[in-house]
């Protein structure tokens, strides 16, 4: 039982695998980033006002079977999502605010944003990492739970709480990289990275036998190739992100083409109609495809093992009439 912020993620995780009794439900953790990446990836305000308006009509006037309304939740938290990371980026649709005020009205308007994708493209790849790493670390978490609840402490302390560490230590020693005035940060990062790695070679192969024993943690820290593999795929966030804000500007910088004229407006208008329709089709299919792959990938590697099914009573069900349990009735 999911609270209703996470609830509509859930047929993404039966997508993939129902999860074993054994297992911890993803679908907080799963909801929670797949929102925060597709959001960043579609990442146009107007583009997600489409998505909020279009799923909340048709939950309202088509009611549809359950399977069916949880998708268009979950499509409509993306577009919330999609509108709070449009706002930053200062994209709506495209930069059309700023094309048609300089093109039909001669007015120099500027959008507000936090990020610029185009000129701050390195900071928009960093903070893509950065996000990336904190779903890594969520999934560790999670891993880290499991162990402990399962009652192998020293696993979850020395096979991932040392993973944990090492990747926070090399989070701050790049951060300090970064930032020569925060030295602070190099130094703190430097040594718990030290520290880290020297444990899990120190420990990494203790449940081994022979040589093995002792050389088992050395050969476990190749794994970091792995977790640098993992990062990198989360440039995709900056990668997306940028295109769909580049693939609008040009349909507007087309529509702008043909003067400010009645003729030109109307030429805009067609191609603002075309070229969005596009850009929206196109990139709202990426980011829910390539968010679904950091999830399934990136996140579930780290602690799910899935492989169970769904609970379904005994029940009537009827093609085309559909009994509710209402809150608080008698079972």
């Given amino acids: 039982h999911n609270g209703a912020f996470a609830r509509p993620a859930e047929s993404l995780v039966a ?34 006002l489409l998505l909020v308006i279009g799923a909340q009509l048709l939950l309202r006037k088509c009611r549809p079977e359950p399977g069916m ?4 939740e979950l499509f409509r938290n993306c577009g919330v999502s999609t509108i709070i990371w449009g706002l930053a980026f200062g994209s709506f649709f495209g930069d059309a605010p700023e094309a048609i005020a ?26 893509g990492v950065a996000l990336g790493l904190a779903q890594i670390l969520a999934g560790l978490g999670v891993r880290f739970y499991m162990q402990w609840r399962m009652g192998d402490r020293w696993g979850a302390v020395l096979d991932t709480g040392l993973w944990m560490t090492a990747l926070l230590g ?9 930032l020569p005035a925060a030295g602070w940060l190099f130094t703190a990062g ?6 880290s790695f020297a444990g ?37 966030l900056m990668a997306l992100g940028l295109t769909t804000g580049v693939m609008g500007m040009v349909f507007n910088l087309l529509g702008t083409m043909f003067g400010d004229g009645p003729l030109g407006a109307v030429i805009y208008i067609l191609i603002f109609a075309v070229g969005h329709t596009l850009n929206f089709g196109i990139n709202a299919l990426g980011a829910y495809v390539h968010t679904l792959r950091l999830q399934y990938v990136e996140l579930f590697s780290k602690f799910y093992e899935g492989g169970g099914r769904m609970f379904e009573p005994f029940a009537m069900r009827g093609q085309y009439v559909r009994i509710k349990q209402e809150p608080g009735a008698a079972r």
């Fill in 69 to 72: 309304a949880r998708n268009l």
């Fill in 200 to 236: 899990l070679a120190l420990t990494g192969g203790r449940k081994k036998k022979g040589p093995m024993k002792i050389i088992g943690g050395l050969v476990g820290l190749y794994d970091i190739t792995g977790y640098f593999s993992d990062l990198m795929s989360y440039s995709r």
């Fill in 15 to 48: 997508m993939y695998a129902m999860p074993l009794a054994s297992d911890v439900d993803p679908t907080p953790v799963v909801s929670f980033f797949y929102y925060l990446f597709f959001g960043m990836m579609l990442s146009d305000a107007g583009y997600g």
């Fill in 190 to 195: 430097t040594w718990v990275a030290i520290v």
């Fill in 102 to 127: 300089s093109t039909f009205f001669h007015v120099d308007f500027h959008m507000p944003r936090l990020i610029d994708p185009v000129p701050d493209a390195v900071l928009l790849l960093v903070l």
């Fill in 170 to 178: 090399l989070a701050l020693l790049a951060g300090g990289m970064a």
